[in-house]
């Protein structure tokens, strides 16, 4: 180790302690709401029970009675993958076509098609609701919502995937065009499996991003399509009347997000900056 | 076809769908912007479906203008992009340099403070709105009336207690307030995005020349020149970056303010095209288009800086 670590006192003894306490009271709400979704909706308003109370898991076993979670649950599954499925097939050949044939033009592609993620989404809000429903009639439809998670994502997935094809040395993929091998199987049987880490990914970032928005899913969908967004924010005011069970369908909402999220954080600053930061 | 044709045009699909994602709604708002497009209205029906004859050229924008909601939500989305900028970024770089080195626990610590960002942002509002900034079932409320207790218990202290009899009863702050929706949807954005920021910082400060630390420590820099002279122009870009890309993602925020108060007294852009969008869509697109604006004189700067990212 250099000798820039570690030398005074503040850094043997409060570092450790100050940075704990930062990254408890950063978590603490989540904590909170985990700690809330096991208490009864009277006990989760009660003072007395702030902090002693007898956990239930009721909250959980009536999620579906209380909030009908599955169905909104189910259509942020479907609609999250479906949507990273597609925006990965759209834009694996795309990224692969700029990082091994470039034009003269390829960054300037590169650039636009980050521009348009900068389009305020509430700019063409009404446009798209009148599209949907009255010409093309796919107004809340599975169809739309993936679409349009696919083509908000799409810039990100682009680019990243761009970055990770970039470092992979150009010659492999040369050996493979002097074997004989087709575009589809240079693809396939090459760039794939040497590029899996940054695909995989590139793939997690992408499901997080689709399962987290909140403007199309809430403006495009009335019911058949409406997504965990959508039903947590349709309960948003309970007035304390529920807290517990709100909660626990909370939980249940972003629990399983923010543990594959740890698995990406080091992607996260890459996907969010456009590689902009190294 | 010659060897390359077929992998160019491999881009074509994806470039042919963000083309039409981008083109065909916004040129609609442009439309829409510039002629009488109203969905209800009784004293002229020809105004409620979209045609060239209800042309109204600027009429829109002067319209919006001269909407005193226009203003507000206008300096209401700078406040509020402002705050959480000022806020992140200056948590963002504290934290970053505190958790930089190495010490005991470092991952669990960073896996703490990363877990805000990927909360979806409707229960970021809910949870912090009801859960935490209630003034009355809230951690909030519930703070506020414990301290009230303690200080009424000190009241009826022998002696001290006429000393402590001239102490207020504390109220709790409700963010529910016109005046007060706007600093709830900055602390609850602020949680959401610090996480962002350290992690950029910390990514940027791997990068800090480590020898050029050293020599420094050994000519006797302290702590804080080290910091104010050789890490913060450091992190310059990646604070630009930050800022801008933040700006970006917050000058459309939505879900947070609708969850905390309905926009009521706390609009900004996003909000207010869609009140407008309930009745009057010539309107609505105008602002549209005016959000449109803003945000590219920021994406401008930014996509120039990644841009140039690219050549080297």
Known sequence: MSIVTEKTNFGKFYRPILAWIVALLFFFP??????????TDADAVKPEHLIFFKPTLDNYLNMTENYDYWRFAVNSIITSTFATALALSVGIPAAYSMAFNP???????????LSTKMLPAAAVLYPMTFLTKNF?????????????????????????????????????????????VSTWGEIKD?????????????????????????????????????????????????????????????TAAVGPIIILGWFCQKQLVQGLTFGAVK | MSTRTLPRLLQAPAVLLLLVW???PLSMTLYFSFIRYVLNSLRRPEWTSPSFSNWRGFGNYNYVLDAKDFWFAVQNSVFIVGGILFFTVILGLSIAVLINKTFPGRGIVRVLLISPFFVMPAVSGVLWINMMLDPVLGLNGIAVEGINNIINDLKALPVL?????????????????TQTSAYAVIIMVTW??????????????????????????????????????????????????????????????YAEIEIVSRGNGNKNLPYLIGEFANNNIGAASATGIFAVILANIIAIFLLRMVGKNLVE
């Open chain 2, 22 to 24: 981008m083109l065909v």
């Open chain 1, 30 to 39: 989540i904590f909170w709401m985990i700690f809330t979704s096991f208490k």
């Open chain 2, 161 to 177: 207690g006429s000393f402590f009899s001239l102490w207020p009863d504390l109220t709790p702050l409700s963010f529910r307030a």
């Open chain 2, 192 to 253: 959401q995005w610090t996480p962002f920021a350290v992690l950029i910082f910390m990514t940027s400060l791997q990068s800090e020349d480590q020898q050029q630390k050293e020599a420094a420590v050994l000519d006797g820099a302290t702590a804080w020149a080290q910091f104010r002279y050789m890490t913060l122009p450091h992190l310059a870009r990646p604070i630009a970056i930050v800022v801008m890309i933040q700006s970006i993602f917050h000058l459309s925020l």
């Open chain 1, 136 to 180: 093309l009639n796919i107004f809340d439809t599975h169809f739309l919502v993936i679409i349009v998670l696919c083509l908000i994502n799409l810039p990100i997935v682009i680019w990243m995937l761009f970055t990770y094809f970039k470092e992979i040395p150009k010659e492999i993929i040369e050996a493979g065009k002097m074997d004989g």
């Open chain 1, 103 to 113: 034009s003269r033009r390829t960054k300037d592609v590169l650039v636009w098609m």
């Open chain 1, 190 to 250: 090459i760039l794939i499996p040497l590029a899996w880490g940054g695909v995989a990914s590139t793939a997690l970032l992408c499901f997080i991003f689709c399962w987290n928005e909140a403007y199309w899913t809430v403006r495009l969908t009335t019911i058949d399509a409406a997504t965990l967004s959508k039903l947590i924010e349709g309960n948003r005011a309970p007035e304390g009347l529920f807290f517990g069970r709100l909660s626990a369908v909370s």
